[in-house]
């Protein structure tokens, strides 16, 4: 079985905003999705010329049941 991937929104904690979105392979360990987060979370501060440490990111999870989005 095959793990779903991981959806991350990357956060400026100035503003509240939601300022990129990034999906990563679900078979990633621990270590590596953070070193991969920590990566794109450079790129964007360099991107939208903000001071690093005020990104974060948080994980995106679906916990609505399927059926709820049908009505």
Known sequence: ????DK???LINSAT????????????LEKDKIKEELEKVKAQVA??????????????IKDDAPADA???
Not at 16 to 27: A, C, K
């Open 1 to 4: 079985m095959k793990a779903q």
């Open 7 to 9: 959806h991350f929104k």
């Open 16 to 27: 509240g905003y939601v300022i990129y979105y990034h999906t990563l392979n679900g078979e």
């Open 46 to 59: 360099i991107k939208n010329n903000i001071y690093i440490e005020t990104i974060f990111w948080q994980e």
């Open 69 to 71: 989005l049908a009505n």
